[in-house]
């Protein structure tokens, strides 16, 4: 439900009209060999070094209606991707979350 | 034009000079990081890069990988910024398949990434062949950042943007919504079964993301493949033109 609110309130669900109004509400994904799913789009948070753009555009990017976001431990943003899932309108389980690592000492 | 630089730049001494791997036993704890960081486990964890650990064990880092999905503390396992021989390492008897390689791109590793710098956009198309055919072999799916640097980064455009902005004029004017070429592009990426990773600095554009990412097939059949065909005839990445600039500049950027 927090996913139809938040395209509502965005004016997104406008865009279902014909003849392309097969199910335009949602964002469509690709199977993974798993058998999981992933949404075709998503948002990379690492443009942003200053955790502060990190959580903020990170929001931003779920309530547009974006489902997918990517982090790295070498983007410094892991915390502050963590912290926009929460503060945006969208629950943990209905946002795609990658991350990477790059086990290095320095 | 050209085919790619060949995968033999010197820019690896910068890699093994900038990485220090950890020990594999320490390989754990240092993921539990990223969980802590995030507060839950990522629906897909990636190996960052190839050069993540020492010459060698990439195999024993994926069966790691492989251990910590079999225990559920992670889920989807995959990789980044991998070349075919890095690919062939992993998949050699491997239990788990790397779901995703990630063909990353990051302005600040510039540098130190562009010896395995892979980004996925027409005008890498030529050079990214190996590997791409190694994916689709075993079902790995491409997840692609830089999508949009042939109309970002490159000085002009280059042939792609009088098209990619013809194609924006065509949908714009048949859907009733103005779809700019940035848009047309990231269609183009989904319609090769490759997943877009973007990213803005501009909050209008980031608003304007949930309503790219619910669009439908707006692409002709003919249009894709006169953007694949345009795309392979030049061979362009970031990193060679801003190499040329100014290495150092970018380097200590």
Known sequence: ?106 | MTQGPPLTLPCIVSTAEFDDPIALKDVVDSIQGSLDNLGFIPDLYLIHYPFVVKKGELKALWKIFEELKDQGKLKSIGVSNFRPQDLEAVLDGAKYKPVVNQVCYSVHFRIFFQFSQIEYHPYTLAHLKPVLDIQAKHGIVTQSYSVLAPLIRHPTGGPLKPILERIAERISNSYGEKIDANTVLMLWVRAQGVVVVTTSGNPDRIKNLGKIAILPDLLTKEEIEEITAVGKTIHYRNFVSLFRLSSKRIFFK
């Open chain 1, 1 to 106: 439900m927090n996913t139809f609110r938040s395209l509502s309130r965005n004016g997104l669900i406008r865009l279902t009209r014909a003849p392309y109004s097969t199910n335009t509400t949602a964002v469509r994904s690709f199977t993974l060999l798993d058998g999981t799913s992933i949404p075709w789009i998503g948002w990379g948070n690492g443009t942003g070094s200053a955790q502060h753009s990190a959580v903020e555009y990170g929001r931003l990017a779920l309530e547009s209606g974006i489902r997918q976001i990517d982090t790295a431990q070498i983007y410094f943003n892991e915390k502050a991707t963590g912290e926009a899932i929460q503060r945006s309108p969208v629950s943990r389980d209905d946002v795609y979350v990658t991350s990477k690592r790059r086990f290095s000492r320095r």
